[in-house]
């Protein structure tokens, strides 16, 4: 069956540093990834899309890369400050058949702490 | 100012109660989506809509049902037959692309 995993344990980082987060999927050939970041009790808001033949995508200190062979996005924060705490999904692209649109599957999220 | 707005921002539901669940969005968009999220887990898909008039079930679409009568509008009834309804609802929309999702602010449901 088709699994999206991404890390359930916190990553707790300190200011300055790069956070990194991992999706990883199975059974899956999506045409795109995207992350999201989501505050506790409000809606995900879209931060990147990276396309299957993309290796890599930027955005200010956002970085994506999206590795089909191996089957997993990496989610970088460069010089993260406290205010990057939030949980961060990731998202992939599941086509229902014969329709000519996608719909997205969701990670769980991996929740992001950054310490002053 | 465009966006989605979900009201109300809290619901309680009694046992044996259908409810219903707004989500209005005045970015043009075609598509909506309804989607459940549990504490510590994914969001879910329950419903989708892609024009007024038609809408697809989701992956967890037992126990709801929907409404796609104006391009802005995409309500959720939440009704007795689900026999576990409190989570964190979320609306959202795309546009052309079909991929950007755009989220409402979130209804979490509470049962009395």
């Known amino acids: 069956s088709q699994k999206i995993e991404q890390n359930s344990e916190a990553l707790n980082i300190q200011e300055g540093k790069t956070a990194t987060l991992t999706c990883n999927y199975t059974?899956?050939?999506?045409?795109?990834l995207q992350w999201y970041r989501q505050d506790p009790g409000r809606g995900p808001v879209f931060l990147l899309l990276?396309?299957?033949?993309?290796k890599e995508k930027r955005k200010e200190r956002l970085k994506v890369t999206f590795d089909t062979t191996l089957k997993q996005s990496l989610f970088h924060i460069t010089a993260s400050q406290p205010a990057d705490s939030a949980t961060y999904l990731c998202?992939?692209?599941?086509?229902?058949?014969?329709?000519?649109?996608?719909?997205?599957?969701f990670g769980k999220g991996t929740m992001l702490l950054v310490s002053p | 100012d465009g966006g989605i707005t979900q009201s109300p921002k809290y619901l309680f539901r009694k046992e044996g109660q259908n409810v219903t669940l707004s989500c209005e969005q005045n970015?043009?968009?075609?598509?909506m989506y309804w989607y459940r999220q549990d504490p510590g887990q994914g969001l879910r898909l329950i419903y989708y809509?892609?024009?007024?008039?038609?809408?697809q079930k989701g992956d967890i679409a037992e126990g709801y049902s929907v409404s796609r009568e104006k391009k802005e509008s995409f309500p959720l009834t939440v009704t007795s037959a689900q026999k576990n309804p409190t989570a964190f609802y979320l609306c959202?929309?795309?546009?052309?692309?079909?991929?950007?999702?755009?989220f409402g602010p979130g209804t979490r449901l509470l049962v009395l």
């Open positions: 959202a929309s795309t546009g052309t692309d079909q991929e950007t999702q755009y």
């Open positions: 059974n899956y050939s999506p045409a795109y």
């Open positions: 990276i396309r299957e033949n993309e």
């Open positions: 998202a992939l692209d599941k086509a229902p058949l014969n329709s000519g649109y996608s719909t997205l599957t």
């Open positions: 970015l043009n968009h075609d598509a």
């Open positions: 809509s892609q024009i007024v008039n038609d809408f």
